[in-house]
């Protein structure tokens, strides 16, 4: 196509929106207050895990007296219960403004607190979810995971440091690697992503590509922990441009299914390479250049995967074939990926396509053959 042939128009709102202050580097979660102070905000309620309560604490120290308190309840798929009642425990500490510490759980309970009360969030991520990098949000309710979007959700401040993801166990780590190779793949193909983000996506994919087996080698390297930030803050980026089969199956598995959304991710990831090759070569082959695949990036993914000691099969994740039927319906039905701005989605979500990609994950056999 001839540069003058070009048309393109780009979804409004959270698409393709980004946080408006990124702070990266080791140490820069030292200085919090400012943070909070930079935003005008004079309570800040600190949210986190059950498991990251130390972290939690030492965070809400730094805030010192602007500090509203600490609420360690977030976790995985943000039932909606949970957003609800976090949002009236926010309200009753006079907090007006949020900071998320730790990974997809922290960030996606503040976003569903921030969802109906409009408090800013100041997340400080210590996974490589990405997540912290968009306004969308998927938050489960009566066993099904719905994505939400709000420009009230997308973070006001980011802050990577390197030093709080060096605790991060190296399973967990490898997981959450994946998750953030997800939004590479699962953005570039889409009409909704911005051209300044396609970028990002080839670039997040390579760095995520080479940190992940070197973080496997040396997880207390904090130079390989900055390069997984790095990765993941790009992956992040791309992904404000639209994510759609790759992402209704991986929140189909982990809101009904019960399975840790890195996890969820990784399982199926190969397999939604494959198909996404065949439907989209033009941008995968981009990331397949860049992660040095050659034409082999399902396999490469595959290698991947397996290398970080992931599950390859629905089977080692608990989904039978007796779950298919289930696991189809909801994937092909979830109101937030049948979106009318996808038109023109090269690889859309149907049930032809999500029965595909099911079957070769119960397979579990690598795309493209042995090597």
Same mark, same amino acid.
């Given at each position: 196509?001839?540069?003058?042939?070009? *048309?393109?128009?780009?979804?409004?709102?959270?698409?393709?929106?980004?946080?408006?202050?990124?702070?990266? =580097?080791?140490?820069?979660?030292?200085?919090?207050? #400012?943070?909070?102070?930079?935003?005008?905000?004079?309570?800040?309620?600190?949210?986190?895990?059950?498991?990251?309560?130390?972290?939690?604490?030492?965070?809400?120290?730094?805030? =010192?007296?602007?500090?509203?308190?600490?609420?360690?309840?977030? /976790?995985?798929?943000?039932? /909606?219960?949970?957003?609800?009642?976090?949002?009236?425990?926010?309200?009753?500490?006079? $907090?007006?403004?949020?900071? !998320?510490?730790?990974?997809?759980?922290?960030?996606?309970?503040?976003?569903?607190?921030?969802?109906?009360?409009?408090?800013?969030?100041?997340?400080?991520?210590?996974?490589?979810?990405?997540?912290?990098? *968009?306004?969308?949000?998927?938050?489960?309710?009566?066993?099904?995971?719905?994505?939400?979007?709000?420009? $009230?959700?997308?973070?006001?401040?980011?802050?990577?440091?390197?030093?709080?993801?060096?605790?991060?166990?190296?399973?967990?780590?490898?997981?959450?690697?994946?998750?953030?190779?997800?939004?590479?793949?699962?953005?570039?193909?889409?009409?909704?992503?911005?051209?300044?983000?396609?970028?990002?996506?080839?670039?997040?994919?390579?760095?995520?590509?080479?940190?992940?087996?070197?973080?496997?080698?040396?997880?207390?390297?904090?130079?390989?922990?900055?390069?997984?930030?790095?990765?993941?803050?790009?992956?992040?980026? #791309?992904?404000?441009? =639209?994510? !759609?089969?790759?992402?209704?199956?991986?929140?189909?598995?982990? =809101?009904?299914?019960?399975?840790?959304?890195?996890? #969820?991710?990784?399982?199926?990831?190969?397999?939604? *390479? !494959?198909?996404?090759?065949?439907?989209?070569?033009?941008?995968?082959?981009?990331? #397949?250049?860049?992660?040095?695949?050659?034409?082999?990036?399902?396999?490469?993914?595959?290698?991947?995967?397996?290398?970080?000691?992931?599950?390859?099969?629905?089977?080692?994740?608990?989904?039978?074939?007796?779950?298919?039927?289930?696991?189809?319906?909801?994937?092909?039905?979830?109101?937030?990926?049948?979106?009318?701005?996808?038109?023109?989605?090269?690889?859309?979500?149907?049930?032809?396509?999500?029965?595909?990609?099911?079957?070769?994950?119960?397979?579990?056999?690598?795309?493209?053959?042995?090597?």
């Amino acid at each position: 196509m001839s540069r003058s042939a070009r *048309t393109f128009s780009q979804p409004g709102g959270v698409f393709n929106a980004t946080p408006p202050r990124v702070v990266f =580097g080791r140490g820069s979660a030292a200085d919090l207050r #400012a943070e909070v102070e930079n935003l005008g905000a004079e309570r800040a309620l600190v949210v986190t895990t059950s498991g990251r309560v130390a972290l939690g604490d030492r965070i809400a120290a730094g805030i =010192g007296d602007r500090c509203a308190g600490l609420l360690p309840e977030a /976790i995985s798929q943000v039932p /909606i219960e949970l957003a609800r009642r976090g949002r009236d425990k926010a309200a009753s500490a006079g $907090a007006d403004c949020l900071v !998320a510490v730790g990974g997809g759980a922290a960030t996606g309970l503040c976003k569903g607190i921030a969802y109906e009360s409009q408090l800013p969030i100041i997340a400080v991520p210590t996974t490589y979810s990405g997540s912290e990098m *968009t306004g969308f949000c998927g938050m489960t309710i009566d066993g099904v995971k719905h994505m939400h979007e709000s420009i $009230a959700m997308r973070p006001s401040t980011v802050v990577y440091d390197a030093e709080l993801s060096r605790s991060l166990p190296v399973a967990a780590s490898a997981a959450s690697a994946m998750n953030a190779l997800a939004h590479c793949i699962d953005a570039i193909y889409l009409p909704t992503i911005s051209p300044l983000l396609v970028p990002a996506a080839v670039e997040g994919a390579q760095v995520v590509a080479d940190a992940l087996p070197r973080l496997l080698a040396t997880p207390d390297d904090l130079g390989v922990r900055s390069d997984m930030l790095y990765g993941a803050y790009l992956g992040g980026a #791309a992904l404000t441009g =639209g994510f !759609a089969i790759q992402h209704a199956i991986a929140h189909m598995l982990g =809101g009904s299914f019960g399975i840790e959304h890195g996890v #969820a991710h990784a399982v199926v990831l190969p397999y939604v *390479t !494959a198909h996404l090759v065949e439907a989209a070569p033009e941008p995968l082959g981009r990331i #397949a250049e860049a992660v040095g695949a050659g034409d082999d990036l399902a396999g490469f993914v595959w290698d991947l995967v397996s290398s970080s000691g992931l599950p390859l099969r629905l089977a080692d994740v608990g989904v039978g074939p007796a779950d298919t039927e289930r696991a189809v319906e909801i994937s092909t039905t979830a109101d937030d990926h049948d979106d009318p701005r996808l038109a023109g989605n090269p690889a859309p979500v149907t049930e032809a396509a999500v029965r595909s990609i099911l079957a070769a994950a119960a397979a579990g056999a690598r795309p493209g053959g042995t090597r």
